[in-house]
């Protein structure tokens, strides 16, 4: 492993040098990247059903760390919409206090998960499984904006996707004009500004806007500070989450998804930003850094955190040199809430509703997903598959489907690629002199797993006449599992049976080693390096 696999890339960068040239750069990207996540840490807080506080507690604490303790140089840290789903869920279902425990042990997982190596194995997860439920988390999240953007009295709206649209039209006679000309008014502005001068944050100043115009106007419109009295000046005194063993259990399971989703999108966003820089980052590193920040976010009641791929991209664009650009993002967040605390209570709901319906349609990936469905039947029914599970069962549920059918789509398509074939002597050259009578050249192409064993003794049936000797090239098989050598000893065991001889050749290291070890050793078959030794020693023995 490289001695530097667990050093964080702050320290790295420190090492290389840290100039004026390169402080200059990382400020000016970090107060870049401030402003864009302003507005959204507020109402992805608020869309998680907690409150916007809870939303820049989380990308100050959680930003910082991702940043100083991660493995990428450009990551930048804090809640994001993967996470309003599962963190609603959670604190309908077991409260904030039980949000709490299960980021804090979220956080535990990533770092034991970053130690194991684990992250090398997070980009094994099929790209329509990951496209499928962020797909359907948008969904969810566009959905829940609706009361907000249209102004409804709906109260209490229920958490179940089928119930909450039936509570939105059974308080369709409360739309609030007001609200919804003003949201829609914000939307245009944000759609408006990123077409036309992409580099201006084009939240901050929709924000701005609508707030400016419906405090003149004295519009009719619900306002952050209505619905939330208390808003943030700075951060609360850390305190460890209220522990039980009841509760532990109740909620491992959502700290299990918690995690998952932070590493998955925090490893997403790592490769994103090695595609834009050129760099490389340190996957183990990355999640360890992720666990802490989460644990620690937890400590300051906030919410689980990963790396925000578009507030990455822009923290590149900006010029970030080193991860002090997103030390520097948390530092001015902060600077925000306690200096002007007071006046984001006049933000409007519905406008905030905006932003994050223009979130959701950017996590929709919608053309991707169109591109997927038509290309590949199976890949296209395995991502509609986990969006609708996770639009109408849940997360969970869809992740663990999502990724069981992956594996089996994968090895009925591995299996599909494998198989047992007879040479034909006009395609070999070696082969040109007829074989001994009696001698069958055979070759294994793929791995010899489970999913392809009975191949073998279909093949060995399709014989009919039983050869004197069988030779089995396998020079193209790189893998063999325990039920594919299970499978090898029973061909082998039935062809001897019936008075044939069978020659393994041209394993591999690892098939070979594993074979070695079996009873008796290459399942019973003789074993040869070439499969030409073999054919010489049965062209002898029969006196050819």
Known sequence: MNADAFTPKLITAL??????????ADAFAGVTVAIVALPLAMALGIASGAGPSEGLITAVVAGFLISALGGSRVQIGGPTGAFVVIVAGV?????FAGLLLATFMAGLMLVVAGYAGIGRL?????????????????????SSQIADFLGLHAGAVPVDFAEKWSAYWHAAGTVNQAAVGLGAATLALIIFVRRMVPRWPAYLIAIVVASAVAAAFALPVETVG????????????????????????????????I?????IEALLSAVVADGMTGRRHRSGQELVGMGVANMASALF??????????????????GAATPMAGIFHALFLLLFMVAAGGWLAYVPM????????MVAWGMSEADRFVAVVRT?????SLLVLTFLLTIFVDLTVAIGVGVTLAALLFMRRMSETAGLVAIDVAEEPQLREALPEGVEVFRFTGPLFFGVASEMLEALRRMGQRPRAIIVRMERVPYVDTTGANALATFVRQARNNGTDVWLCGLQREPREFLSRTEPPFAGARHVAKWATALKTLRKVSGK
């Open 15 to 24: 090492r290389e040098g840290y100039g004026w040239s390169k402080l200059r």
């Open 91 to 95: 604190i309908a279902e077991h409260g």
């Open 122 to 142: 997070m980009r094994f997860v099929p790209m329509p499984v990951v496209t499928g439920f962020t797909a359907g988390i948008a969904v969810i999240i566009a």
């Open 226 to 257: 209505q619905r939330f009295p208390e808003m943030p000046t700075g951060l609360p005194q850390p305190a460890l989450p209220h522990f039980s063993l009841a509760l532990a259990r109740e909620v491992l399971p959502s700290a299990f998804v």
């Open 259 to 263: 995690a998952f989703l932070a590493g």
């Open 301 to 318: 009641g906030g919410l689980p955190a990963t790396g925000a791929i578009a507030r990455t991209a822009t923290n590149i664009r900006a």
């Open 350 to 357: 519905a406008a905030l509703a905006a932003v994050l319906l």
């Open 376 to 380: 590949d039947r199976g890949e296209g």
